[in-house]
């Protein structure tokens, strides 16, 4: 059984860092990409960062590049978001999603990896609440 378990939401003050952590099991890690994703109230899901853990390359949105930072740990199964300098627009539910898969030119190379249908299997999210 696939698994997607998301954890380090939570309150924080503008300027202010999280770190979200998705552990995953029930598949091959290294042959899936892995991306976040986030909610806000009555808005679309949106993309915001991906990784391929075929060679660890990372694609990000425009909203968040130079704040959040991606990463993996293969041994682990689990993959990292570094959210530094957040904003109270970063407010939302944070969604992993896994897809098998993780070609780096496609995924981060081309950015394919921020798009949401192309994910089959999604964690349970963390709500990330940024006070202004």
């Known amino acids: 059984e696939v698994q997607l378990v998301e954890s380090g939401g939570g309150l924080v003050q503008a300027g202010g860092s999280l770190r979200l952590s998705c552990a995953a099991s029930?598949?091959?890690?290294?042959?899936?990409?892995i991306g976040w994703f986030r909610q806000a109230p009555g808005k679309e899901r949106d993309g915001v960062s991906c990784?391929?853990?075929?060679?660890?390359?990372?694609y990000y949105a425009d909203s968040v590049k130079g704040r959040f930072t991606m990463s993996s740990d293969n041994a682990k199964n689990t993959v990292y978001l570094e959210m530094n300098s957040l904003k109270a627009e970063d407010t939302a539910v944070y969604y992993c999603?896994?897809?098998?898969?993780?070609?780096?030119?496609?995924?981060?190379?081309?950015?394919?990896?921020?798009?949401?249908?192309?994910?089959?299997?999604w964690g349970q999210g963390t709500q990330v609440t940024v006070s202004s």
């Open positions: 029930g598949f091959t890690f290294d042959d899936y990409a």
């Open positions: 990784i391929s853990n075929s060679d660890g390359s990372t």
């Open positions: 999603a896994a897809r098998p898969g993780a070609n780096p030119t496609y995924v981060t190379g081309l950015g394919m990896g921020l798009i949401r249908d192309e994910y089959y299997y």
